[in-house]
Each structure stands twice: as structure tokens, then as C-alpha cells.
């Protein structure tokens, strides 16, 4: 009976191997496509700014390319730092390392800083800082013309689902 629950145990072992490799590939595919991407964004703002056409529309600010490059950047990085977990775990090593911990944390921060990101760099949040003033609540805003600030509820509830995650690992470390 043993000998079977190795069997089964190897066997599994070998599975999570190979859709670990699966989803390193995928993860480094969407890497170079975000680069890819991004220098096509950063050569449509290059020949924005000299009044040429580009792949995007014309209208687009300078704001919203950096903002849409950082975002850009932000997103690399985690499929990055994701796609060596992955590797790891597809050499055989166990998610519940202190280096993997480091990972989810890093990931985490990338999302908290997107968050954030976006909100600094949303197209009302210049206009609520010129008229002098920052109210903090929520409301529905029935139009364009309105100020506001975007703020993605999405991204820092998924960084606080990482952090927490974080600790769930570590925990399997000790």
C-alpha cells in the first residue's frame, strides 16, 4: 500500500511539474507581448509628439501615455516575478519558500502601486487638486464633465488578497 500512495504522490508531483511549465511559458509568452506593447505605446507618444499618425488615437494626452505605460510597466513586471514562481515549482522546488513569499509580496506591491498610480494619474484628480480641495466618499458621477478620481478597488483588494496569501505561505515555511 505504500508503494501506491508513492506511486500516486510521483504522479501528481509530475503533474503540477508540467502545468507549472505550462503556465511559465504562458506567463513569459504575455511578457514579451506586454513589451511588445509597450514599445508600441511609447513610439505612438514618440510620434504623437511630432505630430504624426499613430497606431493609437490621436487624442490621447500625454497624460494618459504614461499613464498607460507605467501600467504597462507595472503589468510586466508581475507576469515577471509570477513566471519565476512558477518556474520554480516546475524545477521541482516547493511554493513554500521564503523566496516565494518575497514574490507574492512584490506582486502585491506592484498591484498596491498601480492602485495608486492610477489614481494619481486620473484626469480629475489634477482638476480636484486645482479647485482646492480633496473630499474623501463616493458618488456617482453622471457625466464626463465631473471631477474625478479613479480609484481601482479591484487592484488593492487583489494586494490585499496577495499580502495575506504571503503570510498563508510563510506559514508553510515554518
Not at 513610439?43 to 507605467?70: D, K, M, N, R, W
Request: aromatic share 12%; glycine share 6%.
Amino acid at each position: 500500500m505504500i508503494d501506491s500512495d508513492l506511486v500516486e504522490v510521483k504522479g501528481s508531483l509530475d503533474k503540477i511539474k508540467k502545468i507549472s511549465k505550462t503556465i511559465y511559458i504562458l506567463l513569459m509568452v504575455a511578457f514579451a507581448l506586454c513589451l511588445v506593447f509597450c514599445l508600441i505605446v511609447v513610439f505612438s507618444f514618440i510620434a504623437s509628439l511630432f505630430g504624426h499618425a499613430t497606431l493609437i488615437t490621436s487624442s490621447q494626452s500625454p497624460l494618459e501615455y504614461v499613464s498607460l505605460i507605467i501600467a504597462i510597466v507595472i503589468f510586466a513586471s508581475m507576469l515577471a516575478v509570477a513566471s519565476r514562481m512558477f518556474s520554480d515549482v516546475a524545477n521541482g522546488d516547493s511554493p513554500f519558500t521564503l523566496i516565494q513569499v518575497k514574490r507574492l509580496r512584490i506582486i502585491a506591491w506592484f498591484l498596491l502601486a498601480y492602485a495608486f498610480l492610477q489614481a494619481i494619474l486620473s484626469p480629475g484628480f489634477a482638476t480636484v487638486l486645482q479647485l482646492g480641495g480633496l473630499d474623501v466618499g463616493y458618488r456617482v458621477v453622471d457625466s464626463a464633465h465631473e471631477a474625478s478620481i479613479t480609484i481601482n478597488f479591484g487592484a488593492l483588494v487583489s494586494s490585499i488578497g496577495l499580502f495575506a496569501f504571503a503570510l498563508i505561505f510563510k506559514y508553510g515555511v515554518l
